[in-house]
């Protein structure tokens, strides 16, 4: 008999509104009968049957103006309830003002202790409807709960603030996830111990008793922030124990204003290691970007892809993407067309080694701002091909350094490396050099290094009178989530089962995420005047092998029992620790507390320029001894590691 009432069924709303009207009748003739000491009989056949008409035709407008009888009772809420009580109130101030038009008329219809009946009246019909509802909720959850008995899962949810508790009224509504909220977790002392709807606040130190005692299998983290030290406490209490822990995004992004089980994801390591936001001077980079032409290069890499995300939130006039890379381009120029923004986007397949294709695309779009994220960036592979590094991390921005010039480009923004810092690999090394050629070309050389290359270069034809153009540099460290990560990697040596490689048990790298690095490339990029070198806060170092440890526990597993890890020692030109600056080089601080600026050696144009043709002269020839032994004779601290070419480290010490 229940399971035919309550069941998944919605029964009519027309019934609901006969329920209502039965409630309030029964509520109105009780308040009668309570304050006047009649009898049934008298109420339904004496004077008080007309009040009863009065208030029914009454209460039937009202609940059908506020669309009481339109909600599903099963999922009612505290709004819900409150329009009951809303509806209820205004029923009966009509009904005393009706009431009282109507003794007037008819002096034998007025009976005593009129008001009195109106207030409980009140109080009888506001709360039996919403005991009504609360109760038929009830029972659906029960009903529900009998039927998900076996499968349920106890979980906490990390947060005490409204994100949370929608969380939890999210969850135990929902028929297709079988969850038990356990309670709370939460690192604010003043809420601990207290009660959220019934379920309790706890610090993150009950997690092992709550575990031990209900069987936790999940934590949910149901807040915004991910740095809060309390908050990080607790998911690495999770993962120790082996309670997997999930995230929600913020209830905006709810589809249709519901939870969706997809939605409810698996936390990342980027969001472990993640810090406290950046707050930037938005104004400064408005001032640089918006109403601006830029151009990007790399533009369907990690980095470029995210510059230009962010680059289009400060409305740029117009963005010229460039990339040699399809595919990737292509998918990004459909991500930006289904954002409605395609207008401002232009699409340029090229490469930065070809200086023909590169100069018809600035002279076509004059560009305002460029950001230069093309590079060649994986150690190992750059280690076995020096020649292409060479091609394309010192030719090819060269080529766009030289353009850019000549197009008088407001702002030369470069993306760097830590490798470039004491190199130890090819790619390092090559990036150094693009360093050297960028920092050379800055200021007061625009003008005479303009004419002279106007001489050596039968393509540089337009006599054009230079704004000098600012050259700046951003150097950070290892990005989380792009396509060179350790991430994606054991992500899925992890979903084979193992093992998980890692080169060294001591090797150490400086993190951060793509979004966060791209909000400093731009800050940087508004605060420079060109010439610097800005050197980014990475925060504290992690070693990869502790990397691996947390991902094979966030996905539920034991290291070393479930996946093994694995040490397979050095690449080619790998070192353990990554460096943010020189053994010659100090840092300068800035307004910003992120951001400093390496007081690197500057070398003379003239001689980064014959250096740099002399290698690229070597270049074509593809003998890589000589190329190698050029660039370290150009940059004195590149000393090669667990490379071919260490031997030329030994000849170069032994010659000097």
């Not at 309670?183 to 959220?196: A, H, L, N, P, T």
């Not at 010192?394 to 350094?401: D, E, R």
């Amino acid at each position: 008999m229940v399971q035919t009432i309550f069941h998944e069924r919605v029964h009519s709303r027309w019934l609901i509104l006969l329920i209502d009207q039965l409630i309030v009748i029964w509520a109105l003739s009780m308040s009668f009968l309570m304050t006047n000491k009649v009898e049934y009989i008298d109420i339904i056949y004496g004077k008080h049957s007309v009040f009863l008409a009065l208030y029914s035709a009454i209460a039937i407008t009202v609940f059908v103006i506020k669309r009481i009888h339109t909600g599903i009772i099963r999922y009612s809420n505290t709004e819900d309830i409150l329009r009951i009580f809303t509806a209820a109130l205004i029923c009966n101030v009509i009904f005393w003002v009706a009431a009282q038009f109507v003794s007037a008329l008819n002096y034998d219809a007025a009976f005593p202790n009129f008001n009195e009946a109106i207030v409980l009246n009140f109080f009888f019909s506001s709360t039996t409807l919403a005991m009504l509802r609360l109760g038929v909720k009830n029972v659906f959850n029960v009903i529900e709960s009998d039927h998900k008995a076996q499968e349920v899962k106890p979980i906490l949810i990390y947060g005490s603030g409204r994100l949370a508790v929608l969380v939890k009224q999210a969850l135990e509504n929902h028929s297709n996830i079988n969850y038990e909220v356990v309670g709370f977790i939460d690192s604010d002392m003043d809420k601990v111990g207290k009660e959220i709807q019934q379920k309790t606040v706890f610090n993150f130190y009950a997690i092992s008793n709550l575990k031990e005692k209900c069987g936790v299998a999940e934590m949910i983290v149901a807040t915004s922030s991910l740095n809060k030290h309390g908050q990080r406490q607790a998911m690495e209490e999770c993962m120790e124990l082996g309670i997997k822990v999930r995230t929600v995004p913020p209830a905006d992004q709810w589809l249709n204003g519901q939870l969706n089980l997809n939605q409810i994801k698996d936390l990342k390591i980027e969001d472990l290691l993640q810090r406290e936001p950046i707050v930037l001077k938005k104004k400064n980079i408005i001032g640089q970007i918006t109403g601006k032409r830029v151009l990007v290069t790399g533009a369907a890499g990690s980095i470029g892809s995210e510059i230009v995300r962010q680059v289009l939130s400060y409305n740029p006039a117009q963005i010229v993407l460039v990339d040699q890379a399809e595919t990737p381009l292509h998918e990004l120029q459909l991500e930006l067309e289904d954002k409605g923004i395609a207008e401002k986007v232009k699409v340029c397949i090229s490469n930065i080694q070809n200086y023909k294709t590169i100069y018809s695309i600035f002279k076509k779009y004059r560009p305002e701002i460029v950001f230069h994220a093309a590079a060649y960036k994986h150690v190992p592979m750059m280690e076995n091909n020096p020649c292409e590094a060479i091609w394309d991390n010192v030719l090819g921005t060269k080529n766009m350094a030289d353009i850019s010039i000549e197009f008088d480009v407001e702002r030369f923004i470069m993306i760097s490396t830590d490798k470039a810092v004491n190199p130890t690999n090819v790619m390092g090394a090559s990036k150094r050099l693009a360093e050297m050629y960028i920092q050379s070309l800055n200021g007061q050389y625009n003008k005479s290094l303009l004419a002279s290359m106007m001489e050596d270069n039968e393509y540089l034809h337009e006599e054009i009178d230079t704004k000098h153009t600012k050259f700046i540099t951003t150097r950070f460290g290892n990005v989380l989530g792009s396509s060179g990560s350790v991430i994606p990697r054991f992500k899925a040596q992890i979903e084979r089962g193992g093992p998980v490689t890692v080169t060294h048990p001591e090797i150490t790298r400086y993190f951060m995420t793509i979004p966060e690095a791209v909000q400093l490339v731009l800050e940087a990029g508004a605060m420079g005047q060109g010439g610097e070198i800005f050197i980014f806060d990475m925060g504290e170092p992690v070693k990869i092998a502790d990397l691996a440890r947390n991902m094979i526990k966030l996905s539920g597993l034991v290291p070393g029992k479930d996946i093994q890890i694995e040490f397979s020692g050095l690449r080619p030109g790998e070192k353990l620790y990554e460096e943010l600056l020189n053994k010659e080089e100090f840092s300068i601080p800035t307004h910003h507390q992120k951001i400093k600026i390496s007081s690197v050696i500057v070398y003379p144009y003239k001689y980064v320029q014959e250096k740099i043709t002399e290698l690229l002269g070597l270049n074509e020839y593809g003998n890589e001894i000589e190329i190698v032994r050029k660039m370290k004779e150009i940059i004195p601290e590149f000393k090669s590691n667990n490379s071919k070419f260490e031997e030329l480290d030994n000849i170069l010490e032994t010659y000097n």
